[in-house]
């Protein structure tokens, strides 16, 4: 087989068959296949797209290209989450005790990253004495004890994506489809899930700006899914504006807990209970989603879901305590209000805008080496369709720094304000299975 023949077939508008893919990505992996030749099918797929057999096959040689997560040690379905990202997403941080707290086995592998605020993995540290090394025996054990635990990312998991995706990305080829839904198909499945529950957002904060793109993508990775032999649900879901209140990681750790403890922001609640009655669903835990959806309800109602989440801490050597008392989470320096320059009602969040602005306060990291600050961020006081008045305060900042001027500025540039009442947009605009 020649790369040039799989190269020509594809700008031609063929079907590549399993082989010709293996090959190509068995080779690119392997270095015997020259970057120019792996951009120029990449460039090729761009135009011509993928049908939903190759895209499968795709995704499927991106996972044989190195380690795949074992999970068979763990009893019951093993149930992922994805979010493709947005700004203030707590949803793991909760989902991942909800679900545990009605027997679904949560086994979550999670990286750091890059991002306005850190990872899950950072967001748990801000937990005194929180650990997510640990090897894959105690791991195991702890899932099948707790019905949860988190690890840090380790092993060589989809090398062959983690090489074409930074290809992609200095070839203008990362905006396309079919490369976009198998490079993330491909890390759920090596990561070791029976089942995935996606959730796909769209909005100023999303990876996919505009509806239609979010939903195309939904649909390639739920057929990808459910192609590969793993059933799929996707959820479409609002990032116009930022998720809840809280855009840090301690704050955010604070606000998991209220939502555990149904005290939270009811966006947030809500995105929740929809994804997380997918979970419970797709994990047999529930005959229908509507009954899953009670479960989850009454785990919040009766303290099972906190409970989930206080035994999850101190099982990983984190001081339980900051449940109770999250004054001793990781706490900044200063605070400052931002308050509104007139009356009327929020029409607006860009939460592009307000994710840049926590990255300003040293919320994430802007390269792999910079040191994250876990106790600032910000608080967000009003949200789109809520009246102010002149003077009420828009949103909190948390900062170690005093001078916040362009923290300020950033937070004016995404808020809008109009005269007239607004509708905020639909929470959830479509589920995709
Ligand atoms: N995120 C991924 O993991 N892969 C892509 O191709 C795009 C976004
Ligand atoms: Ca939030």
Same mark, same amino acid.
């Given at each position: 087989?020649?790369?040039?023949?799989?190269?020509?077939?594809?700008?031609?508008?063929?079907?590549?068959?399993? *082989?010709?893919?293996?090959?190509?990505?068995?080779?690119?992996?392997?270095?015997?296949?020259?970057?120019?030749?792996?951009?120029?099918?990449?460039?090729?797929?761009?135009?011509?797209?993928?049908?939903?057999?190759?895209?499968?096959?795709?995704?499927?040689?991106?996972?044989?290209?190195?380690?795949?997560?074992?999970?068979?040690?763990?009893?019951?379905?093993?149930?992922?989450?994805?979010?493709?990202?947005?700004?203030?997403?707590?949803?793991?941080?909760?989902?991942?005790?909800?679900?545990?707290?009605?027997?679904?086995?949560?086994?979550?592998?999670?990286?750091?990253?890059?991002?306005?605020?850190?990872?899950?993995?950072?967001?748990?540290?801000?937990?005194?004495?929180?650990?997510?090394?640990?090897?894959?025996?105690?791991?195991? /054990?702890?899932?099948?004890?707790?019905?949860?635990?988190?690890?840090?990312?380790?092993?060589?998991?989809?090398?062959?994506?983690?090489?074409?995706?930074?290809?992609?990305?200095?070839?203008?080829?990362?905006?396309?489809?079919?490369?976009?839904?198998?490079?993330?198909?491909?890390?759920?499945?090596?990561?070791?899930?029976?089942?995935?529950?996606?959730?796909?957002?769209?909005?100023?904060?999303?990876?996919?700006?505009?509806?239609?793109?979010?939903? &195309?993508?939904?649909?390639?990775?739920?057929?990808?899914?459910?192609?590969?032999?793993?059933?799929?649900?996707?959820?479409?879901?609002?990032?116009?504006?930022?998720?809840?209140?809280?855009?840090?990681?301690?704050?955010?750790?604070? &606000?998991?807990?209220?939502?555990?403890?149904?005290?939270?922001?009811?966006?947030?609640? &809500?995105?929740?209970?929809?994804?997380?009655?997918?979970?419970?669903?797709?994990?047999?835990?529930?005959?229908?989603?509507? /009954?899953?959806? *009670?479960?989850?309800?009454?785990?919040?109602?009766?303290?099972?879901?906190? *409970?989930?989440?206080?035994?999850?801490?101190?099982?990983?050597?984190?001081?339980?305590?900051?449940?109770?008392?999250?004054?001793?989470?990781?706490?900044?320096?200063?605070?400052?209000?931002? /308050?509104?320059?007139?009356?009327?009602?929020?029409?607006?969040?860009?939460?592009?805008?307000?994710?840049?602005?926590?990255?300003?306060?040293?919320?994430?990291?802007?390269?792999?080496?910079?040191?994250?600050?876990?106790?600032?961020?910000?608080?967000?006081?009003?949200?789109?369709?809520?009246?102010?008045?002149?003077?009420?305060?828009?949103?909190?900042?948390?900062?170690?720094?005093?001078?916040?001027?362009?923290?300020?500025?950033?937070?004016? *540039?995404?808020?809008?304000?109009?005269?007239?009442?607004?509708?905020?947009?639909?929470?959830?605009?479509?589920?995709?299975?």
């Amino acid at each position: 087989m020649r790369m040039i023949d799989i190269i020509e077939k594809k700008r031609d508008g063929h079907s590549l068959t399993k *082989e010709e893919i293996d090959f190509a990505v068995q080779g690119y992996t392997k270095g015997d296949i020259p970057d120019y030749q792996m951009s120029a099918l990449a460039m090729a797929i761009f135009y011509q797209d993928m049908t939903p057999e190759e895209r499968v096959h795709l995704t499927m040689a991106m996972v044989l290209s190195g380690d795949q997560i074992d999970l068979s040690d763990i009893d019951g379905i093993k149930v992922d989450k994805h979010s493709t990202g947005g700004v203030g997403d707590t949803t793991t941080l909760i989902l991942a005790p909800l679900v545990a707290s009605i027997g679904v086995p949560v086994a979550k592998m999670s990286g750091r990253g890059l991002g306005h605020t850190g990872g899950t993995i950072d967001k748990l540290e801000s937990i005194k004495g929180f650990q997510v090394e640990m090897d894959s025996k105690t791991f195991n /054990e702890l899932v099948n004890k707790n019905k949860i635990a988190v690890v840090g990312q380790s092993g060589n998991l989809t090398p062959a994506d983690k090489k074409l995706y930074g290809l992609r990305d200095v070839t203008a080829t990362v905006d396309s489809i079919p490369l976009i839904a198998s490079s993330i198909m491909s890390k759920k499945i090596a990561s070791g899930a029976d089942a995935i529950v996606l959730d796909v957002k769209t909005g100023s904060g999303a990876f996919m700006k505009d509806l239609d793109s979010a939903k &195309e993508l939904a649909k390639a990775m739920v057929q990808i899914g459910n192609g590969a032999g793993r059933k799929t649900i996707a959820v479409i879901s609002d990032m116009s504006q930022p998720l809840g209140f809280a855009i840090g990681n301690a704050l955010e750790v604070k &606000e998991a807990i209220d939502t555990l403890k149904g005290k939270g922001p009811k966006d947030l609640e &809500e995105l929740c209970l929809t994804l997380g009655s997918r979970m419970v669903y797709l994990g047999g835990k529930a005959e229908t989603v509507e /009954e899953a959806r *009670e479960k989850l309800v009454d785990a919040m109602k009766s303290g099972k879901a906190i *409970e989930t989440f206080k035994t999850f801490v101190a099982a990983q050597g984190g001081d339980p305590s900051i449940i109770d008392q999250p004054e001793k989470l990781p706490t900044a320096a200063h605070t400052f209000e931002v /308050e509104a320059k007139q009356d009327g009602y929020i029409s607006e969040i860009i939460a592009n805008e307000i994710g840049i602005a926590a990255s300003l306060l040293g919320a994430g990291r802007v390269t792999k080496e910079s040191q994250i600050d876990l106790a600032v961020g910000l608080v967000l006081n009003k949200k789109v369709g809520d009246q102010v008045r002149k003077g009420d305060s828009l949103v909190t900042i948390y900062s170690n720094q005093e001078d916040v001027a362009e923290v300020i500025g950033k937070i004016y *540039e995404s808020y809008s304000i109009s005269s007239e009442p607004v509708d905020s947009n639909p929470l959830v605009y479509d589920v995709i299975s």
